[in-house]
C-alpha cells in the first residue's frame, strides 16, 4: 500500500473472513476487542510482558498488542474462542478445567493459544511454549499439568459427587477456558464514551488547572471534565470509615505519584489518541518524604492534619513480661528485617463499564467488595443508595489491592456527567502506579529460648510504609502484632507496628495483611536460634508450637482446631528426607549449593476484632429450580463452587443442580468482601445455615424427619428421598414471592469475636488456620542465584472442601511467596510495567506437593477453615532458611536477589 | 499513513517521508511509544521480500532485516551460530521470538539488547540502505551508544553480514532473576576455535555491562593457547566494561559475575569443539 489511503484490512479471523477500517498502526488487539468483538483477547499490559493477548497469526502464537493490524492481512488470525473448538482445544479446555488451571481466567485466553501452538508443532518444552504468558494466580504447575493431560490425549471431565470433600470442577469454569467470562473491560458496547484520569507525575506536588472550560468545549470530542469541584457528596473514601482520607481527586497538591486530579470523558476516538499534556495543568513538584523515618523526621511534610509525625496508627499486643523474660533467657537472637513495597500484578487492570438505567447509577467493575463500593459511592456521589447498583464483573485477579475502590468513582461521575454510558480500562502503568500495595516493612525482632530450647520472650517492632492514604493500613497495624509471634506459645511478648504515611502509594491489602512480612523476621530468627540451642529446627518449632488449651499472645485459648502440630508432623519425613538429600548434593562439592527450609504461619480468618457478617440466600422458583444467591465474590479462588458446595451438603442436593446468581446489589445479599481469608468461612456459614433452614422447610412440608434425606429438583416439585421413600412437596399453589420463589431461605452469619483491650488481649478471630512450608533450593554461590528445587507444603484447613481448589490455593500462594522472597520489589517511578516489576513464570515454579490436614474447626461450616492468605505466609522465610542453610549467609532483606545474594556471600567468605 | 512496502527500493523512498518511523516486529516499537494511538506515519517493512530470512552469501551469512528470532532459530547454521541460537531463544518469549527481529534489536540499541554480543562475536556487519545507495558498517560501528546507532534518517537496516564461521563454536549465557520474560543483568557471548584441545582464535563479547556491549580483547589475546580457562579471567580484562546500578543489580555485581558467566560459557564451548 503506499500509504496515502489506508486500505480495508482483510484477514480470517477464527474461520470468517473479516473486513476492517482501521486507524494508523492500530494494534491488533485492540482491533480484535473493539472492531471484532473478540473480547477473549484480553490485555494486560499492551507491551508484550503478560502474554494474556497472545492470538495465533498463521498458526504461531504472537502477543496481538505488539502486532500492527494491518500486519495481519491475509493472514489467519486465531483466538481462544475460534481455537477452544479445535481438538486440542477441546482438549486443553477440559484438562484446564479438570486441574483447576484456570482461577480467575484472565490469563486463560493466552495460555490455551500458547498451548494449542505448542501441540500442534510439538517443538520444545511446555515451559518455554508458555513462559511468555504471565498467570498471577495458579502458580503455573495445574497448568502444566492440564497441558500433560490434554497433550496425552482421551481427556475425561473430572468426576466428583460435590459433596464436601470431593473435588469438582468450579462450577464457573466453562466461560473461563472458552474465553466467555466478561471481566471490567469486556462489558461495555462499542462507541462508548472513554474515562481517562489525569495523574500526578510527581511523589509530591502542587499543581493549578488552567481553564478547563475553555479545553471542553474548544476540543473536539470531550465531553465532559472531572475535577475535585464536581464531587457532589464527600471528596473523601477510605474502606475503614474512621481513617478515611483519601480524595477522589486530590485537591490543590497530590500526595503520591499516580494520583488523581481529574478525569476528561471523551468520544473513543479522541481518548484513543489523547496525550495528558493536551489538558491544561501546571506542576510544581515539592519535596516528597519516600521512607517512614523521613517522614517521622522533624519539620517532615505532614501529609494529613491530626496525624502527627505521620504516624496513622500503632498497633500493639503484649502479654506477661516480654523484657524480664529475655534477659532470663539462655540464648537470644536479635536480627532487623526490610522488606519492599509488592505489587499485586493481577493480569486484569482495574477497568469497568457504567451507565444510567432508569435514572439510576449502575456500575459494573472488577471488585472483591461491592457492597463497600457501593457504601463508597453513596457518600462521594451523595445519592441514596437505592439510586446506585453495583454489578461486579468477572475479576482478574484482585488478592486484596481490588478490595478498595479504583475505577467505580469515575465511572460513576461520568456517567451522570454525560447521562449515558461510560468505560474505563486502567492502562498498566497507572494500575501500577496508583492502586493499592503490599506494605513494605522494616521490623527490628528479638527471641529468647531456655535451656531446654523453649520460648522465652519476644519483642517485635515494625514500622510499616502506609503510603499517602490509610487504605488497609489500620488492618495491617492491627493484625501484625497479633500474628508475630507465629504459631507458638510465646508467653511473654512486645509487639508493635506503626503504620507511617509516606507520598508513595498506598499501602493496603496484600493477601495476608502484613503477617507475610512479619513471617520473614520470626520465621528466619527462629532458625537462629534453633542453631544457637543446636536443635533441629523442627524439632524447635515442634516444641513451641501452640496447642489446645494454650493461650495466644491476646490471651485467647482454642479449646480445639489449633493444627499447627499437625502441620508439622505432616512435613516431618520430607523434613528427614530433605536433610539427608542435602548433605549428599553438597557432600559432590561444586558451585551450586542445596539447603532445605522450613517455616510456619498462622492466619486469623475474618475481621480482627469486627463484625463482618455475611449473608447468603437461596429460593425455589415454582418450576422446581433451586437458584442460590452467592455473593461471596470469586476472584479466581473458588468461592462460587465452594460456598456452593457447602450449601448443597447443607441442604442435601446436588451441587450441580443449583442454579447461581453472582454478587449484584440489587438481588444478591451482602456476604461481605473477599479478603481476610473469611469466605469459607464466614459465607461458607452463611450458606450452611441457608441450605439448613431450606432443608427444613422442605422436610417440614413432607413430614420427614432425617439426617440423610436427599433433596431434589423436579419438574414443578421438589423430591424428598428418605431410604425407599420417595416423597414430593408440590410447589404450584404456593405464593410466589417478588423475586419469583416459592420456596426461600435467607441466613447470616458473623463470627464470634471479642474486643482487644490496649494490650491486644481478646479473641480477635473466631477460628485461625495454620501452615508449615518446606522449601529446597539450589544456590549458585558463584552468581548468587537461587533455583528454587521443590516445596511440601502441609495446610490445616479443618475440613477440605474441595481439594483440587485447596490445591490451587496453596499452589498460587507459594507462586506470591516465591516473587516476594526473590524477585518482586516496587519502586514508585522506577517499575511501574511488568519487565522492570518481575512476577514469577511458568519457569521458576517448582514442583509443589500439598499435604492437606485437617484438624476441624467448630466454627468453621463442616470444620472448614479460611485458606486463601495462610498459603503465602511460611513461602518466603521457608525459602530463606533454605537459602540461609546452602549459602552459609544471613538474610535479612527481600527479594533475595542475586545481587543481594551474592553480596552476601562475599561478604560471609570474608569473615 | 501507514506503509507497507514490499520491495526494498520502495521501503527507502517511504523512508524519506518527514516523521516517518520504522515498524518491523512492533515488539519495541509499540512498548516505548506507550498505549495512545500514533500520531506520525509508519513505514512497516515487515512484507519486504529481500530482507527477509537468513540466506548463504559468497563470504558467508546474511541475516535479513526482516528475519525474526524464530527465524534464527530455525534456521540450518553452522556451530559458530549457536551463541546466536542460544540468544533467539531467550529473547522475552516464544511470542516476542516470532515476531521481533534481530535488525530491530540492533536498532533498538539497549545495553541489554540480547542479539548483540554473540553478533558481536560473530563479526557482524549491518547493511544500511538509503536513498544514496548502501553503505555496510561493522557493528561496533553502527552501536553508538543507549539507544544510539549510526542509522541516519532515511535509512533502513536491511541486513546483517556474518562471515563464515568455519570450524568455530559458540556460545551464550544470560543471567536473569526469572527463567522467561527478563531483561539481563549481564550476558556473555563466547565464539572460539579449538585446534589439538587448545583456543586458537577466540571471541568474548559482555553485555549489559557497558552502554553498548563490548568485546574484550585483552581477554581474547591472553586466552589463546589457552588449554583450561579455569581461574584466567582478571579484573584488568574487565576493564573496558562500565556497568551501572538500576533495578537488576548493581555494577559491582555485574562486574563480578561477568567472570564465572565467561568461565562457563567457555568451558561450556570448549566441550563442543
Known sequence: MDGSAVPMIRFSLNGSDIGLDVETGERLSASLRERCGAKDVKIGCNAGDCGACTVLVDGEPVCACLTATAQAAGRVVETVSGLIASVEGRALGEAFQNHGAAQCGICTPGMIVSAVAWMRSGEGSVEDALGGVLCRCTGYRKILDAVAEAAAGGVEPLNGSGAMGTSIRRLDGADKVSGREQFGDDVAGADVAVVHVIRSPFARAAFRFGDLEGFRTHTDGVLAVLTAADVKGRNCFGVIPPFADQPVFAVDEARFRGEAVAAVVGTPDLMARFKDGDFPLMWEELPAVMEPEDAMAKGAPELHSGRANNVMITGFVACGDSAAALDAATVQVVGTFETGFVEHAYIEPEAGFADIVDGRVEVHACTQAPVMDLDSLEEILALDRSQIRVVPTGVGGGFGSKLDISVQPFLAMAAQAINGPVRINYSRGESMQSTTKRHPAKMSVQIGADVDGMLSGMRFDGVFNTGAYASWGPTVANRVPVHASGPYHVKDYRAEAVGVHTHCPPSGAFRGFGVPQAAIAQEVLFDELAAKLGLDPLEFRVRNALKNGMPTVCGQVFEQGVGIGACFEALRDAWKNALVEVEEFNAKGGVVRRGVGIAAGWYGCGNTSLPNPSTIKVGVRLDGQFVLHQGAMDIGQGANTVISQIFAQALGFDVHDLELIGADTDVTPDAGKTSASRQTFVSGNAARLSGLALRAEILRRCNVESASARIAAGDGVVIVTDGAAVHKVALAGLDVDGDGYVLRSEESYDPPTKPLDQNGQGVPYAQFGYAAHLAIVDVDMELGTVTPVRFVAAHDVGHAVNPMLVEGQVHGGIAQGLGMALMEEFIPGRTENLHDYLIPTIGDIPPIETLIVEEPDAHGPFGAKGLGEHVLIPTAPALINAINMAAGVQMRRVPVTPARLRAAILEAEND | ?273
Open chain 2, 1 to 273: 499513513m501507514y506503509f507497507q512496502p514490499t520491495t526494498l527500493s520502495q521501503a527507502v523512498r517511504d523512508a524519506q517521508v518527514e516523521g516517518v518511523r520504522i515498524l518491523a516486529g512492533g515488539t519495541d516499537f509499540y512498548p516505548s511509544h506507550g498505549d495512545v494511538l500514533p500520531d506520525f506515519p509508519i513505514l512497516d517493512i515487515s512484507r519486504v521480500d529481500e530482507i527477509s530470512g537468513i540466506n548463504r552469501t559468497d563470504t558467508g551469512w546474511r541475516i535479513g532485516g526482516g528475519a525474526t528470532w524464530t527465524d534464527v532459530i530455525r534456521a540450518d547454521l553452522p556451530r559458530g551460530f549457536d551463541g546466536l541460537k542460544a540468544a533467539a531463544r531467550e529473547v522475552g518469549s516464544v511470542q516476542i521470538q516470532n515476531m521481533g527481529t534481530v535488525a530491530g534489536n540492533l536498532c533498538n540499541a539497549s545495553p541489554a539488547a540480547d542479539g548483540v554480543p554473540p553478533l558481536l562475536t560473530l563479526n557482524a556487519e549491518v547493511e544500511l540502505v538509503g536513498p544514496d545507495g548502501a553503505r555496510r558498517l561493522p557493528l561496533e560501528k553502527f552501536l553508538l551508544g543507549v539507544r544510539k546507532t549510526a542509522l541516519t534518517p532515511g535509512e533502513i537496516l536491511a541486513g546483517l553480514h556474518v562471515p563464515d564461521t568455519g570450524q568455530a563454536v559458540s556460545g551464550f549465557s544470560k543471567l536473569g532473576s526469572r527463567k522467561y520474560l527478563v531483561i539481563s543483568i549481564a550476558m556473555v557471548a563466547v565464539y572460539l576455535i579449538v585446534e589439538d584441545g587448545a583456543i586458537s582464535d577466540l571471541r568474548v563479547a559482555v553485555g549489559a555491562c557497558s552502554p553498548v556491549a563490548q568485546r574484550l580483547p585483552m581477554l581474547e589475546a591472553d586466552l589463546r593457547g589457552a588449554r583450561d580457562v579455569r581461574g584466567c579471567v582478571m579484573p584488568m580484562h574487565l576493564s573496558d566494561l562500565s556497568p551501572i546500578d538500576d533495578v537488576r543489580g548493581s555494577g559491582e555485581y555485574r562486574l563480578d559475575v561477568v567472570v564465572p558467566l565467561i568461565e562457563r560459557a567457555l568451558i561450556a564451548a570448549m566441550e563442543q569443539a
